[in-house]
């Protein structure tokens, strides 16, 4: 099973903006999807965004605020999240085939 490890996420305040990075520890085909959810208190883990050769996809709540990427040479997904919003606030969790990060917590408040 392949192990994805996580950084970024923190702290930031309304307005402001985080970034998140996970690298897998071996070789994702580059036709599957990697990339994000979010487990906000008390509620269910919901699609943020992903992305594969065959284009990006993004949840609603967060079209034109966040951006994925992803460099296929080194298997790492990124998230650069925009225009945060305190709704913003939850556990952020990487995935790829058959795996998950062990989540980073993004916090947004003044």
């Known amino acids: 099973q392949v192990q994805l490890v996580e950084s970024g996420g923190g702290l930031a305040q309304p307005g402001g903006s985080l970034s998140l990075s996970c690298t897998a520890s071996?070789?994702?085909?580059?036709?599957?999807?990697m990339g994000w959810y979010r487990r906000a208190p008390g509620k269910e883990r919901n699609f943020v965004a992903s992305?594969?050769?065959?284009?990006?996809r993004y949840a609603e709540s967060v079209m034109g605020r966040f951006t994925i990427s992803r460099n296929y040479a080194t298997d790492t997904v990124y998230l650069q999240m925009n225009s945060l919003k305190p709704e913003d606030t939850a556990v952020y969790y990487c995935y790829a085939p058959e795996s998950w990060g062990q989540g980073t917590q993004v916090t947004v408040s003044s």
């Open positions: 071996s070789s994702i085909a580059r036709h599957w999807a």
């Open positions: 992305i594969s050769t065959s284009g990006t």
